[in-house]
């Protein structure tokens, strides 16, 4: 079994081919959706800070911290109202024809 | 122990939704429910990771949720559709910031060897994507000007501070003190800023496109740092499929990327060669004359429609005038407004219908055969002097609505386009200047559509 790093790295190819693969033919109407809906995905973030913030002990590292999951939870939450309410626009076109 | 067993399992489960999501965004039919797949898929990794063994802090955390996202929410629901774009600036540079301080954090306490140096690595491009973020946001909402700001040894000093900052990142992973790490994030940051100022407004969107890129690579480097994958693999994930975006949008604008990030677009205006005729404007009557009589007319619309939020009235116009019998169709650029497909959002808002619009490649050959271009609130998109060499709009793919027989232009004054420069189109003959904001200008015309 590949272990450590080269698992690591191994994942990280496989996915860097994965997102150049699945949105490699899409049309200019979805440019603006789909990087408000990949900016929402990169808010996976807010795992990572809630894990540094939850592994803070110092009061500095409790204020990085803090920013930090502030700041990816406004990512999270802004990303997603955004995309919604663009992609509702195409919903509702849709739904008239 | 028991909730902690879910952890892998619930990452994995999110990254390959976040895959789904992304595939089903990249066609119109499926677009709305991929987001679907990626909103559940992010509520379910953010509960589980709150059963990672050893974690403290919980009530701050609640704090800062609510606080950050609240906010966010908030915000995202009140803005007007036209600020879209800015906003996803701003969560944009939020989530870069996340990543820096993630970094910044790790470092902080001590991170050593390889996961320093991915801490590094998240750190100083998280703290480029805030500050550049910020920037985009400030230009596009107007709050900062929007032209190239240029000065002498731009790039040079540009460059040297960048050196600056990965020195002091090596330095913070090889000899750290809090020092050198205030140092090098200051030193990111300023970067970000500085390296963004010089672009002018009409590249935004494609800038944008490459800070959410960042942010993706950003988060992936934290992932690697902190040794969690579902941020290594979302990660890579948004800065593959972000570089590509980034890529197809600046190909969409015929500009390279460097050009956009080294060429300070309003900065060469060496020609400035006096543009023959003069501006002649139209009242309202008269206009609305031209259209009614008009046998096609194609309307094509660009940020001035947005800013005065005239969608609505533009369908009316729309309605107003196939009433009379004129064949009305939308000529959409690519990038007309701020982002790709702002138009084509703004104008379904409307409910105008998808078979009226038409993109660049499909509509350039109608408009010889057009009584009347409309363009409103558009500049740039139609500026002739794209087809000449040294033009800074040289090559930049444009719609023709030169060559229709008479062109009325909706503008709001005699300023230049968001590139800064002269529109020979508003000085041809067979063109007419309707001063004034958008929506008052089309409501103008459909009242006076009623008289003709």
């Given at each position: 079994m590949i272990t450590g790093m080269w698992a690591s790295v191994t994942i990280v190819i496989l996915a860097a081919f994965t997102g150049y693969e699945v949105i490699?033919?899409?049309?200019?109407?979805?440019h603006t959706p789909l990087m408000s809906g990949s900016n929402f995905i990169h808010g996976i973030v807010l795992v990572g800070a809630m894990i540094a913030l939850g592994h803070a002990h110092t009061p500095a590292e409790q204020v990085v911290g803090f920013i930090a999951v502030a700041l990816a939870a406004a990512n999270v939450a802004g990303g997603y109202v955004v995309t919604d309410r663009i992609l509702r626009m195409f919903l509702k076109a849709k739904a008239k024809e | 122990m028991s909730a902690s067993v879910l952890i892998e399992p619930i990452y994995l489960l999110a990254c390959v939704s976040f895959i789904l999501a992304l595939k089903r965004m990249s066609r119109p039919q499926t677009a709305a429910s991929g987001m679907v797949f990626a909103g559940f898929a992010m509520a379910a990794a953010i509960a589980v990771t709150c059963a990672i063994p050893g974690m403290e802090n919980f009530a701050l955390m609640g704090v800062a949720i609510l606080l950050g996202g609240g906010a966010a929410y908030y915000a995202a629901k009140k803005v007007a559709m036209t600020g879209m774009p800015q906003m996803v600036a701003i969560y944009n540079g939020m989530g870069g910031g996340a990543a820096g301080a993630i970094g910044a954090l790790e470092l902080l306490r001590g991170a050593s060897g390889v996961s320093a140096a991915f801490s590094a690595l998240g750190g100083i491009i998280g703290a480029v994507s805030i500050t550049g973020s910020v920037i985009a946001f400030l230009k596009l909402q107007g709050w900062m000007r929007e032209r190239p700001i240029v000065y002498p040894l731009q790039k040079a000093s540009n460059l040297a501070l960048l050196g600056a900052a990965i020195i002091a990142g090596a330095l913070c992973v090889f000899r750290p003190s809090r020092e050198i790490l205030a140092a090098f994030f200051i030193l990111s940051a300023a970067f970000g800023f500085l390296m963004t100022i010089p672009i002018g407004g009409a590249d935004m969107p494609v800038v944008i496109s490459l800070y959410n890129a960042l942010t993706g690579v950003a988060v992936a480097m934290d992932g690697f740092a902190i040794g969690n994958f579902a941020m290594m693999v979302a990660g890579t994930l948004v800065g593959a499929a972000g570089s590509l975006l980034t890529l197809l949008m600046a190909k969409a604008m015929n500009r390279s990327i460097p050009s956009i990030l080294f060429g300070a677009f309003g900065a060469v205006e060496q020609e400035g060669g006096d543009i023959a005729g003069s501006l002649k404007p139209i009242e309202a009557s008269d206009a609305a004359l031209m259209l009614g009589y008009a046998a096609k007319v194609i309307v094509v619309p660009g940020y001035g429609l947005a800013v005065a939020q005239a969608q609505q009235k533009v369908k009316e116009l729309m309605d107003s005038l196939e009433s009379k019998g004129v064949a009305v169709k939308f000529g959409i650029?690519?990038?007309?407004?701020?982002?790709?497909?702002h138009m084509d959002v703004l104008l379904a808002e409307a409910k105008v219908p998808y078979d009226r619009l038409f993109d660049r490649d499909e509509i350039n050959a109608e408009f010889s055969s057009a009584d009347v271009a409309l363009v409103i609130g558009a500049n740039d998109v139609v500026n002739?002097?794209?087809?000449?060499?040294?033009?800074?709009?040289?090559g930049m793919p444009i719609?023709?609505?030169?060559?229709?027989k008479n062109v009325i232009v909706l503008k709001r004054g005699k300023g230049k386009g968001f590139a800064g420069i002269e529109n020979e189109l508003f000085y041809k003959d067979n063109t007419r200047m309707l001063y004034g904001d958008a929506q008052e200008s089309v409501s103008k015309l459909i009242q006076a559509l009623k008289d003709v």
């Open positions: 490699s033919r899409v049309p200019v109407m979805l | 650029h690519p990038v007309a407004g701020r982002m790709p497909g002739p002097s794209a087809h000449r060499t040294g033009s800074p709009l040289y719609l023709d609505a030169e060559q229709a």
